[in-house]
């Protein structure tokens, strides 16, 4: 499947998800984790990114030593391969 | 040039459905405000070695936010690398560089949406390179779903000592699409998506291809297009510790296909302490014109082992140290990480001993982290 | 290029789209409104007594929602306690309740931001639930007769103005 389509899916998909019961035959779909009950999700521990710096560093040194790129969450830019 | 054409129609379709996203979730109501980024600054020394490569230098960056509406950042990044790797010290003599990079970012919140423009400037001797970023992220579903949209433009120019002549140029496009969903109070995933473009001179004037056991300068084809999707999955464990793991699929028009594997453990000790290990595995097959010793003369050729067949594992550590912690106030902390990794080739031969090359790297960072 | 059923599939995804926002806009109903009489509820207090909000009827009351984690949680902390400092003596009270899971944390912060208004402690989220909560932190305000007059969502610099002006007004 071409990365359009793919996209063009996500979108419907996510239309979905967001407006629940808004499609035909569909139940509704309400969000199960209330904002009360997040607390374990706020800890250091749960963040997928927590600093910075160190982890523009990491991404860098893999950019430079390794073909491939991307799609890590990390900002990209610049270049220090030679 | 098509491809960049329909690339940016597509780019305008998306923005749009975007907006029409955004403006009915607005129109849904609720005042959730999603927070601007908080006010921090990092200072760090990182250091790399690995292969007869020392590449290390400071680190500063600071976050400030404006008037409870604007949050902005600047970051200035040293690297000074000093080269005797396999390359060099085989076809070449060592060599010391320096490359600063400068980058400004600002973030804007609306609501649930967060808006990031950043720009990105790396200079060195003989490679300048300029990047510029628009995120767009929002949160959608009771706050459970996080969706991210990302663009980035870059624009390099390559020079070359010694040959004042030569000067070249490289553009880069790169989409991004992320979501993170929230699956129960404690486990949380995210798939990324993005698609990466690049155009002009792709290589590096120095390095040197093999063909017939002769050393020509490599030729790189002027175009290279890629994808990558990564999954991330991350859970807390329920001792105020967690675990995560991930896996990035890559592939591109130049043949080459990775894979990345991690898996990394986190927890609190006491008070003040934090501790982080990790996992990683990396695999990628060679480039379609890359070879070790080309046995025929092809329009692109390539002896650059980061395009070669070979795999690297890593084993990595972070410890942080809460100097001080004012809740809602400020919070110091002192953090060291170290990875080591070791690399081994399939197809990239140490033409000192003839046998596979394999060599170990090593990454040491200290660093200190404010909030305030 | 994009081929014409790409560009369709495009155009009907953003027509879905559209349609369910505009179904979702409307289907969306708050749970506490205005003009409802305030669900009852007791909690135990960090000090150790438990407070019923129904006897708290004659007073002006403001329900806030909080957590440690939260940080427009906490920043808002010291203008309530300025709020509450001010008119308790005109007949307002202000009912902290927190929903941490480990009530220490919640005396620990509560103590370093010096809130000076009862804590409440609801730890299985049982007053959450009944008050739908659908935002960190939340601020019910409630009339002298026991019922519901406004209801915010969240905390932005600024909001307490908006609280002061409210109280105020239903003081009278």
């Known amino acids: 499947m071409s990365l359009r389509h793919s996209l063009a899916l996500a979108a419907v998909l996510g239309t979905v998800l967001v407006a629940g019961c808004a499609m035909p035959r569909l139940p509704t779909l309400e969000p199960w984790v209330k904002p009360y009950e ?10 997928l990114s927590r600093d910075t710096l160190p982890e523009k560093h990491f991404e860098h040194v893999r950019d430079v030593r ?9 900002q990209g830019g610049g270049c220090g391969c030679n | 040039m098509a491809a960049t054409r329909a690339a940016l129609g597509l780019w305008r379709r ?23 980024p908080e006010d921090k600054a990092e200072a760090l020394f990182h250091s790399y070695s690995g292969g007869g490569v020392t590449a290390n230098g400071p680190a500063l960056l600071v976050r400030k936010s404006l008037f409870d509406k604007v949050s902005l950042a600047g970051t200035v990044y040293v690297d000074s690398v000093s080269n005797a790797s396999i390359d060099v010290v085989t076809t070449a003599s060592p060599y010391r560089e320096t490359r600063t990079e400068y980058g400004l970012s600002a973030d804007y919140v609306y609501r649930d949406s967060q808006i990031t423009i950043s720009g990105l400037t790396s200079h060195e001797p003989d490679y300048t390179a300029n990047t510029g970023s628009l995120d767009v992220t929002q949160e959608v579903f ?19 000592h010694g040959s004042p002549e030569f000067h070249e140029t490289a553009k880069h496009w790169q989409y991004r699409l992320g979501v993170t969903q929230i699956l129960t109070p404690r486990w949380l995933m995210s798939v990324n998506v993005e698609a990466l473009s690049d155009y002009g001179f792709l290589g590096s004037p120095y390095r040197v291809a093999r063909v017939f056991g002769a050393a020509v300068p490599e030729r790189n084809p002027s175009t290279r297009s890629a994808r990558a999707i990564n999954l991330r999955l991350i859970g807390d464990l329920g001792s105020r510790d967690s675990m995560h793991v991930g896996y990035r699929y890559y592939h591109d028009t130049w043949s080459i296909a990775a894979h990345t594997a991690e898996i990394g453990y986190s927890r609190h000790f006491g008070e003040s302490w934090l501790a982080d290990t990790f996992v990683r595995y990396y695999t990628q097959r060679h480039a379609l014109f890359y070879s070790d010793n080309a046995p025929v003369e092809t329009t692109y050729v390539s002896r650059n082992r980061q395009l070669s067949t070979f795999n690297d594992f890593g084993l990595g550590a972070k410890v942080a140290w809460t ?17 080591y990794t070791r690399f081994k080739f399939k197809d990239f031969t140490d033409i000192r001993t003839g046998n596979p090359y394999a060599t170990n790297a090593s990454i040491v960072q200290l660093y200190v982290t404010a909030t305030y | 290029m994009i081929t014409i059923r790409q560009a369709g599939s495009l155009r009907a995804a953003r027509l879905i789209l559209a349609a369910a926002l505009a179904v979702a806009a409307n289907t969306a109903a708050p749970a506490i409104a205005p003009s409802t009489t305030a669900p009852d509820f007791t909690l135990h207090t960090m000090n150790g007594p438990n407070l019923r909000l129904a006897e708290q009827r004659g007073r002006v009351v403001m329900v806030n929602f909080w957590a440690t984690w939260c940080g427009p949680c906490r920043e808002e902390m010291p203008q309530l306690n300025r709020l509450y400092q001010k008119y308790r003596s005109a007949g307002f009270v202000l009912l902290g309740v927190n929903v941490d899971d480990d009530t220490r944390k919640a005396a620990d912060v509560a103590g370093k931001l010096g809130v000076t208004f009862p804590v409440l402690l609801d730890t299985d989220k049982a007053v959450s639930k009944l008050y739908d ?19 915010h969502r969240g905390y932005l610099n600024g909001y307490e103005d908006n609280y002061e002006k409210q109280i105020r007004e239903l003081l009278k």
Do not use: Q
């Open chain 1, 38 to 47: 997040r607390e374990r999700l706020a800890d250091p521990v749960m963040k």
């Open chain 1, 66 to 74: 390794e073909g491939a790129r991307g799609a890590t969450g990390v």
């Open chain 2, 14 to 36: 998306l923005l749009a459905l975007l907006a029409s996203l955004l403006g009915g979730l607005l129109a849904v109501g609720g005042a959730r405000a999603v927070d601007l």
């Open chain 2, 142 to 160: 009771g706050g459970m779903t996080t969706v991210a949209l990302g663009f980035t433009r870059g624009a390099d120019t390559v020079l070359k």
């Open chain 2, 323 to 339: 100097v001080r912690k004012v809740p809602g106030r400020y919070d110091v902390k002192l953090n060291g990480a170290y990875e």
């Open chain 3, 133 to 151: 909560l659908s935002t960190m932190p939340s601020t019910v305000l409630i009339d002298r007769d026991g019922k519901v007059r406004y209801v």
